[in-house]
């Protein structure tokens, strides 16, 4: 069965210092990847995904996130964290049947210290 | 631009009453609606799945039904509410035939059931 494991649940990082954020996913076939940011009590914000072409894919907020075929893994990462994106984030992967569906990982919690 | 309403955004109810929920989405027509539920601790669970007016699918038997009685309006509902019910509920919506299935979430509902 399809899946999705965010092996990290807390990650605390310095305000300014680099940050990546690990997704293993698990599907037969070519992964449609995405990474949603959720904050305190809002809903999810798409921040970027990944179909197909350039394995690097950048998103909003100043995060890129690098699709590894060989590694199953879709990784997030942002050169310089700000204070402001602390939250949780979530990486999942579209699977296709009668419906598509969206599966998601239990997400990591960022926190990110002054 | 597309946007998707939910409300209430914050709901205390007793065990035993009732429940609706509701989410609209303007800006598009024909969507994939979605509702999904957050427990404290744990991921998004996928709760129901629409493809139309009247058309609702769910992933796994619980305390919850769906409906969609106009295109572009989901409504979550409970006879009885559980204490196993308090979470944060989200509605999403994607665009209807897409390949990829971008899904775009709301605002969320808070609900506690006391």
């Known amino acids: 069965a399809q899946s999705v494991t965010q092996p990290d649940i807390h990650i605390t990082v310095s305000e300014g210092a680099s940050l990546e954020l690990r997704c293993n996913y698990s599907?037969?076939?070519?992964?449609?990847l995405f990474w949603y940011v959720q904050s305190p009590g809002q809903g999810l914000q798409l921040l970027l995904k990944?179909?197909?072409?350039?394995?690097l894919v950048q998103g909003i907020k100043g995060f890129e996130a690098e699709f590894k075929r060989s590694q199953s893994s879709f990784n997030l990462r942002k050169p310089s964290v700000h204070w402001s994106d602390a939250a949780e984030y979530f990486c999942?992967?579209?699977?296709?049947?009668?419906?598509?569906?969206?599966?998601f990982g239990a997400g990591t919690r960022l926190a990110v210290h002054p | 631009s597309q946007t998707i309403h939910q409300w209430p955004a914050t709901l205390v109810q007793p065990v035993g009453s009732p429940l609706s929920l509701e989410c609209t989405v303007e800006?598009?027509?024909?969507?994939?609606l979605y509702w999904y539920r957050q427990a404290a601790g744990r991921g998004l669970q996928l709760l129901f799945y629409?493809?139309?007016?009247?058309?609702i699918s769910s992933e796994v038997p619980q305390n919850l039904s769906a409906s969609r009685p106009q295109d572009r309006q989901f409504i979550l509902s409970s006879k009885k509410l559980l204490l196993s019910d308090s979470g944060f509920y989200l509605c999403?919506?994607?665009?209807?035939?897409?390949?990829?299935?971008?899904?775009?979430f709301g605002p969320g509902t808070r609900l506690t059931v006391l």
């Open positions: 599907y037969g076939a070519t992964p449609y």
């Open positions: 999942a992967v579209v699977t296709f049947g009668g419906y598509n569906k969206l599966i």
């Open positions: 800006g598009t027509s024909n969507p994939n």
């Open positions: 990944y179909f197909s072409g350039d394995t």
């Open positions: 629409s493809v139309g007016i009247g058309q």
């Open positions: 999403a919506w994607s665009v209807r035939g897409s390949s990829t299935d971008t899904q775009y």
